[in-house]
């Protein structure tokens, strides 16, 4: 077997991502010849053997039309409203094809928050696994109906590959209506396929396009590179080409373009705080708690904060500063905005004593904290 189909095949686990425009049509409504193809391939992948999640783009798409609506809105009331109507469609379309190969599917919209928190993120790691261990087949989207623009991954193409290190996949395929990454757009004369990246070396030259023309997706060329960016540094490998390629992709075809592996698996829910948040506030540091933070893996205490800014709460994420204001951490801060301007450069111990022993703790644990 040649080295893309012994990676492929020994895949136990694979996320596979299908955008908006595979979907459906031009009009918005969903395509049934397409989903039905793609089902049939995702059910010859689950018939060997191997565990299949489905993160899948559509809904907004797919509520166009019965809201009669002609393009993808941009207010974001209105998406929600799309989303809302769009996605029971679509997971019913889903379940409909699936029922046809004797397979159940299991819908999870998730949110920054269901992946972050600590609490929430257990609570995802496990429905995923429950779900796998009892032969469903997870299909994930955004929960568009109640995310808020805080709170938003953006692109379901960087959802999959946090999906993918989530649910410890082996292989992560994104499917898309390009049929790999090309060193130019792939309709001008001369552009060629990358059919290997290796790391970001091979990915010198090559010029990322905007999002795609239907209306109906929010992803391009570069959010898919950065998606692959993602998976591959958390060690998982991945292939990016056309929907119509699925079944070749899946077999381990040497189609699209294969992002091999350049990371080791990381603390997932610090992929998540690095990848899959932004900082709902800033607390400007010293530089010995630059360096304590940085360079030693220390939590962050509040003798080492100079400033604070934004509004926040405990439990959100927070961006940390140096002296020059570069943002060098992200992490989960374990005090109200309101709380920390008293309690800055001053010691945990003489804190203790003050106020009390619910002050004797970190601003920014170590293990809710990751080096951006």
Do not use: C
Request: charged share 20%; no cysteine; glycine share 12%.
């Amino acid at each position: 077997m040649t080295g893309r189909k012994s990676l492929v095949l020994a895949a136990r686990r694979i996320v596979v991502k299908v955008g908006s425009s595979s979907l459906t049509t031009t009009e918005g409504g969903i395509d049934p010849a397409r989903v039905r193809q793609l089902v049939e391939v995702l059910a010859g992948v689950r018939s060997r053997g191997t565990e299949v999640v489905l993160v899948s783009s559509g809904a907004i798409a797919a509520g166009l039309s019965p809201l009669g609506l002609k393009r993808r809105p941009r207010g974001l009331a209105t998406q929600q409203a799309a989303a809302s109507v769009g996605q029971g469609l679509l997971a019913h379309r889903y379940q409909e094809e699936f029922d046809r190969h004797g397979l159940v599917t299991g819908q999870v919209l998730l949110t920054v928050d269901d992946v972050t928190r600590r609490s929430h993120y257990r609570n995802a790691h496990q429905t995923f696994a429950k779900l796998l261990e009892l032969g469903v087949l997870p299909i994930v989207n955004e929960n568009d109906t109640v995310a808020t623009d805080e709170i938003r991954f953006g692109d379901n193409d960087r959802l999959a590959a946090l999906v993918a290190h989530l649910v410890h996949a082996d292989l992560l395929v994104l499917l898309s209506d390009v049929d790999g990454l090309y060193d130019g757009p792939p309709s001008r004369a001369g552009s060629r396929l990358v059919p290997l990246v290796g790391s970001d070396d091979d990915l010198g030259g090559v010029e990322l396009g905007a999002p795609g023309g239907a209306g109906v997706g929010t992803g391009g060329m570069t959010t898919k590179v950065e998606a692959a960016r993602i998976a591959t540094g958390a060690g998982i490998p991945v292939v990016l080409t056309s929907a119509e390629q699925a079944a070749a992709a899946l077999s381990g075809t040497e189609v699209g373009t294969l992002f091999q592996a350049t990371g080791r698996r990381r603390p997932t829910r610090l992929l998540w705080l690095a990848h899959a948040t932004s900082g709902q506030g800033t607390v400007s540091l010293d530089a010995g708690a630059v360096r304590a933070v940085v360079e030693r893996g220390a939590s962050l205490l509040p003798a080492g904060i100079t400033s604070v800014s934004g509004a926040f709460v405990a439990g959100d994420p927070i961006d940390l500063v140096d002296p020059s204001g570069q943002v060098v951490a992200r992490g989960l801060v374990n005090f109200d905005a309101g709380e920390l301007p008293a309690l800055l450069g001053r010691s945990t111990a003489d804190l203790k004593v003050e106020l009390g022993a619910g002050y004797e703790r970190e601003v920014v644990h170590r293990d809710d904290l990751v080096v951006l």
